[in-house]
C-alpha cells in the first residue's frame, strides 16, 4: 500500500511539474534592453519554456517580436541592420529618398508650425527629436502579417503577450491586449521627446515605463503562471548631469517602479549596462552577451524552479507552422483617415496606386516615402488590415495633414565673418493638386537674400511641377575678407547684386532622378575696384548685365545630406543659353573713364557635377568630386569684371564664401578625392583635396583686359580642405582648415555651425 501511494505521488508530482506554466517579464530601458534577446537564447538553449510574454518599451519590442514568431537570430539580424537604423533614428534610406519632391536648399534648422485656434496664432514648437516616418512604417511591415492571424488577438500569437503603454491625458497605463501588434508596440516604447505619441482607439499613448516600467502585476493578473521569470536592464531613477536632456526628462515623468518579484512568484535576473545609453543599439553584440552571462549565472536557479522542459524540436515546428500562416504582403484597397476633403484623399489614394489593383510592399514603400517627402502632410501612420475576402490587406492611412504655415529658423554661426541668418515662411494648402506659397530672407555682413514664389505639384501617374520665384541676392566678399586667424593684407573690394525672375517646370523620371526647364530673368549689378590700392573714397567700377536665361536641366541625387554628405550620389547636366546686355561704367581707379554698353549676344553654357561616396566599412568612406564647365561665353569689358560672371568652383563649404579668381573660369575640368573616417554614427573627420583647370586661361593684361591664353592647359591649381563634423541632429558643428592656391593668404582656419548655403541665381 505503502509502495502504491508513493507511486502515485511520484505521478502527481510529475504532472505537476509538465502543467507548470512559465511568465517572462521584460523591462524598458533603451537600447540595454537588447540583453532580454541574451537571456531568451540561454533559456531556450536550457529548454526553459516561455508560455507568455509581458512587456514594457524595449521589453515590449523584444517580447513583442518573440510572441510573433521571430527567432533570437532573427531579431539579433534585424536589430543588426541598416534598416534598423534607419527606423530608430528616423533617417531615411538612400532608395527611398524622393528627390522630386525635396525643396530647395536651404540652411534651416527648425520647422516651427503656425496653427490658428479661436483666432488666435500660436507657435507650436517641435515634439519629437526622431522622425515617427520609419518607425511607422517598420512595426506595420514587420507586424501586419502576425496581426493577420492572430485575428487581433493577443492570446492567439505564437506565445500569448501583453504591452503596457501610458495614457497621456491621466498619466495612467493602459495594457494593450489586442488590436494590431504593430501599433501596440509602438505605442509602448514611444519615449517622450524622443519619439512621436500616436493615438489608438482615440487614446493617445506614449511610453509604458513611465507608469509601469516592469509588468510583473500585468503578468500575474493576466495569465496567472505558476512561476515568472523577471529581468529588469533599467536603471533606478539617478541624478541627471546638467547636459543629460533625455536622462532628466526620465527622471522628471518616470514613477518609480517595483522591481521586486517575490520569491513564491518567480525570479529575478538583473543585467547591468548602466554604461550603455538608451540610443546605443551599436552595442548589440555586448549587450546581448551580458545578458547571456545574467542568465547562465542563474541558470542552475532556474532549474531548480522550474522542473518542465520544452522539446525545441517541438517549437521549432510549431514556429514554423505559425509563420507559415501568415499572408504576404499586398495591398488591394487604400483607405484615407484624418482628410476630409474628397479631393484631398484622392490626391492621396492616387500617389499610392496610381492605376495598379495590387501593389506590393516594395512598391508602397516606395510611394509611402515619396508622400512623406510631400510638404503638404506632416505625418502618415498606415495600418494593414487583412481582408478575408479578398485575401489581400486593406491599407488604412492614418494621416495629419501639414499646419498650413510654417516658419523656418537657421543659418550659419562661424568664427569667420560670413555668419548669417535665415528666416523662411511656407504657407500650404492642397485640393486636387499641392500648392506651396514661399519666401525667405537671408541677413549677414557677407550674404543677404529675399526670396518669394511659390510651386504647384500635380500628382499625376507622372507628376509635374510649375514654380515662379522672385529673388534679390547680394553677396559682399569684402567684408567677409576680415579674418579671425589670417588676414589678407589688401582684400578685394567686390560687391555683387542680383535680381532674378524664375519660371520653372519639371518631372521626376525616377525616385532620384529629376528633369527640369524653364524661363528666368536677371539683372546684376557687380562693384568692384581693378587695383588693389583704394581709398574709401574712391568710386568702384560698375558692370551691369542684364540677361534673359533658357535653361534645361537633369539631376540626380540620393545624398543624405546637403553639406558634408557621406553617402550617395549626385550627378547633374545642364545646358543653358544666355542673352545679355553688358554695360561697364568705369570708377574713379579705372584707366579710363568711357562707358561701355555691348550686346553678349547669345552664348550657350554646359555644366556637369558628379559627387559620390563608396562605404567601404562602418568606419571608412571614400569618395570623388567631379566637375566641368563648356561654353562659348565672350570675354567681358574687363578681367574682374569677367572672373565675377564666370562659373565658381566651390567644392567645400568656405569656398562658396570667399572670392579666388584662380578658381573661375569659362571653361574648367576639375575634380578630386574625399576620404571620411566615421568615429561614430554622428562625427567623422574628412580630407578633400581637388585639382582645378582652366581651358585657355584667362590673363589680367596691362590694361586691366582680358587676354586669352593659347596654351589649352597652362595651369594646375590646388585646393583641399581637413575638417572634424559632428551632425547635431539641426545642423553641422565642423571644425575645419582650408587651403587654396593663390598668392595671398592659403590657408583658414574655421568653426562654423550651421549651413553655407545660398538662394538659387538667376544666371
Same mark, same amino acid.
Given at each position: 500500500m505503502k509502495r502504491f501511494l508513493l507511486i502515485i505521488l511520484a505521478l502527481w508530482a510529475f504532472s505537476l511539474s509538465h502543467a507548470q506554466k512559465v511568465g517572462l517579464v521584460l523591462s524598458g530601458g533603451g537600447a540595454r534592453g537588447l540583453a532580454h534577446i541574451g537571456v531568451i537564447k540561454v533559456l531556450e538553449a536550457n529548454n526553459i519554456p516561455i508560455d507568455y510574454i509581458t512587456g514594457t518599451s524595449m521589453g515590449a519590442i523584444v517580447g513583442g517580436l518573440y510572441a510573433a514568431g521571430y527567432t533570437t537570430e532573427e531579431m539579433e539580424e534585424l536589430f543588426r541592420s541598416d534598416e534598423f537604423y534607419f527606423w530608430s533614428t528616423?533617417?531615411?534610406?538612400?532608395?527611398?529618398?524622393?528627390?522630386?519632391?525635396?525643396?530647395?536648399?536651404?540652411? +534651416?534648422?527648425?520647422?516651427?508650425?503656425?496653427?490658428?485656434? %479661436?483666432?488666435?496664432?500660436?507657435?507650436?514648437?517641435?515634439?519629437?527629436?526622431?522622425?515617427?516616418?520609419?518607425?511607422?512604417?517598420?512595426?506595420?511591415?514587420?507586424? +501586419?502579417?502576425?496581426?493577420?492571424?492572430?485575428?487581433?488577438?493577443?492570446?492567439?500569437?505564437?506565445? *500569448?503577450?501583453?504591452?503596457?503603454?501610458? %495614457?497621456?491625458?491621466?498619466?495612467? *497605463?493602459?495594457?494593450?491586449?489586442?488590436?494590431?501588434?504593430?501599433?501596440?508596440?509602438?505605442?509602448? $516604447?514611444?519615449?517622450?521627446?524622443?519619439?512621436?505619441?500616436?493615438?489608438?482607439?482615440?487614446?493617445?499613448?506614449?511610453?509604458?515605463?513611465?507608469?509601469?516600467?516592469? *509588468?510583473?502585476?500585468?503578468? $500575474?493578473?493576466?495569465?496567472?503562471?505558476?512561476?515568472?521569470?523577471?529581468?529588469?536592464?533599467?536603471?533606478?531613477?539617478?541624478?541627471?548631469?546638467?547636459?543629460?536632456?533625455?536622462?532628466?526628462?526620465?527622471?522628471?515623468?518616470?514613477?518609480?517602479?517595483?522591481?521586486?518579484? *517575490?520569491?513564491?512568484?518567480?525570479?529575478?535576473? %538583473?543585467?547591468?549596462?548602466?554604461?550603455?545609453?538608451?540610443?546605443?543599439?551599436?552595442?548589440?553584440?555586448?549587450?546581448?552577451?551580458?545578458?547571456? #552571462?545574467? +542568465?547562465?549565472? $542563474?541558470?542552475?536557479?532556474?532549474?531548480?524552479?522550474?522542473? #518542465?522542459?520544452?522539446?525545441?524540436?517541438e517549437i521549432t515546428r510549431r514556429r514554423q507552422a505559425f509563420n507559415a500562416k501568415k499572408p504576404a504582403l499586398l495591398f488591394q484597397n487604400v483607405q484615407v483617415e484624418g482628410i476630409s476633403d474628397p479631393l484631398q484623399r484622392r490626391y492621396i489614394i492616387n500617389s499610392i496606386k496610381h492605376s495598379k489593383n495590387i501593389v506590393t510592399v516594395d512598391a508602397f514603400k516606395k510611394e509611402y516615402f515619396k508622400l512623406i517627402a510631400d510638404e503638404q502632410i506632416k505625418s502618415i501612420r498606415p495600418i494593414a488590415m487583412f481582408n478575408r475576402e479578398s485575401g489581400y490587406f486593406d491599407v488604412h492611412l492614418k494621416v495629419e495633414p501639414e499646419k498650413t504655415a510654417e516658419i523656418n529658423v537657421g543659418g550659419n554661426i562661424s568664427n569667420k565673418p560670413i555668419n548669417q541668418g535665415y528666416v523662411g515662411l511656407d504657407y500650404r494648402f492642397y485640393k486636387n493638386r499641392s500648392y506651396t506659397f514661399s519666401s525667405n530672407l537671408y541677413f549677414g555682413r557677407f550674404y543677404s537674400s529675399f526670396k518669394v514664389g511659390g510651386r504647384i505639384d500635380f500628382p499625376t501617374e507622372l507628376p509635374i511641377y510649375l514654380a515662379s520665384y522672385l529673388t534679390y541676392n547680394r553677396w559682399d566678399f569684402f567684408s567677409s575678407s576680415n579674418e579671425l586667424f589670417f588676414e589678407d593684407v589688401r582684400p578685394p573690394y567686390i560687391i555683387q547684386n542680383e535680381s532674378s525672375f524664375r519660371n520653372e517646370i519639371g518631372f521626376p523620371l525616377g525616385l532620384h532622378n529629376k528633369i527640369s526647364g524653364g524661363l528666368s530673368w536677371s539683372g546684376a549689378l557687380d562693384e568692384y575696384y581693378q587695383t588693389e590700392k583704394f581709398n574709401k573714397s574712391d568710386e568702384a567700377d560698375r558692370t551691369n548685365f542684364n540677361s534673359l536665361v533658357t535653361h534645361v536641366e537633369y539631376e540626380y541625387n540620393s545624398q543624405n545630406a546637403a553639406q558634408y554628405a557621406t553617402e550617395g550620389l549626385y550627378h547633374k547636366f545642364g545646358l543653358r543659353y544666355i542673352a545679355g546686355l553688358e554695360k561697364h561704367q568705369p570708377g574713379s581707379t579705372a584707366l579710363g573713364n568711357q562707358i561701355v554698353t555691348r550686346n553678349n549676344n547669345g552664348f550657350w553654357m554646359l555644366n556637369a557635377v558628379a559627387d559620390r561616396y563608396f562605404v567601404i566599412n562602418r568606419n571608412f568612406t571614400l569618395g570623388y568630386h567631379a566637375e566641368g564647365v563648356l561654353s562659348d561665353k565672350k570675354s567681358f569689358t574687363n578681367y574682374t569684371s569677367n572672373m565675377l560672371a564666370a562659373p565658381a568652383f566651390t567644392p567645400t563649404p568656405h569656398s562658396k564664401a570667399i572670392f579666388v579668381e584662380n578658381f573661375r573660369a569659362n571653361n574648367y575640368l576639375a575634380g578630386g578625392m574625399k576620404n571620411i573616417a566615421h568615429l561614430n554614427s554622428s562625427v567623422h573627420m574628412r580630407l578633400e583635396a581637388y585639382a582645378f583647370v582652366p581651358f585657355h586661361e584667362a590673363i589680367r593684361a596691362s590694361n586691366n583686359k582680358v587676354v586669352r591664353n593659347e596654351k589649352l592647359f597652362s595651369d594646375v591649381y590646388w585646393q583641399g580642405m581637413a575638417a572634424l563634423v559632428y551632425d547635431t541632429g539641426i545642423g553641422p558643428a565642423s571644425l575645419a582648415v582650408n587651403y587654396y592656391d593663390k598668392t595671398s593668404t592659403k590657408w583658414y582656419l574655421t568653426l562654423n555651425f550651421g549651413y553655407v548655403l545660398f538662394n538659387k541665381r538667376g544666371f
Open positions: 528616423g533617417k531615411i534610406q538612400k532608395e527611398y529618398r524622393y528627390f522630386f519632391k525635396q525643396r530647395e536648399e536651404n540652411p +534651416a534648422w527648425i520647422e516651427l508650425k503656425l496653427e490658428r485656434k %479661436e483666432d488666435k496664432l500660436k507657435l507650436l514648437l517641435p515634439t519629437n527629436i526622431v522622425p515617427q516616418w520609419q518607425m511607422d512604417f517598420a512595426f506595420m511591415e514587420l507586424m +501586419a502579417a502576425t496581426t493577420a492571424i492572430s485575428g487581433g488577438s493577443f492570446d492567439n500569437l505564437f506565445v *500569448p503577450y501583453r504591452c503596457v503603454a501610458t %495614457e497621456v491625458h491621466s498619466n495612467k *497605463p493602459v495594457v494593450l491586449a489586442s488590436g494590431d501588434l504593430g501599433e501596440a508596440i509602438r505605442a509602448s $516604447m514611444t519615449i517622450p521627446f524622443v519619439f512621436r505619441p500616436i493615438a489608438i482607439d482615440g487614446t493617445l499613448l506614449f511610453d509604458g515605463g513611465i507608469v509601469n516600467n516592469f *509588468p510583473t502585476d500585468v503578468m $500575474m493578473e493576466t495569465f496567472k503562471p505558476d512561476i515568472v521569470i523577471g529581468h529588469k536592464v533599467a536603471n533606478d531613477p539617478q541624478t541627471a548631469d546638467s547636459d543629460d536632456i533625455l536622462m532628466q526628462v526620465s527622471n522628471m515623468i518616470q514613477r518609480p517602479t517595483n522591481y521586486e518579484i *517575490p520569491q513564491e512568484v518567480g525570479i529575478l535576473l %538583473e543585467t547591468n549596462v548602466n554604461e550603455v545609453g538608451i540610443l546605443d543599439f551599436h552595442q548589440l553584440d555586448y549587450i546581448v552577451e551580458k545578458g547571456q #552571462r545574467t +542568465a547562465y549565472h $542563474m541558470i542552475d536557479s532556474l532549474k531548480q524552479r522550474i522542473r #518542465r522542459t520544452s522539446d525545441p524540436e
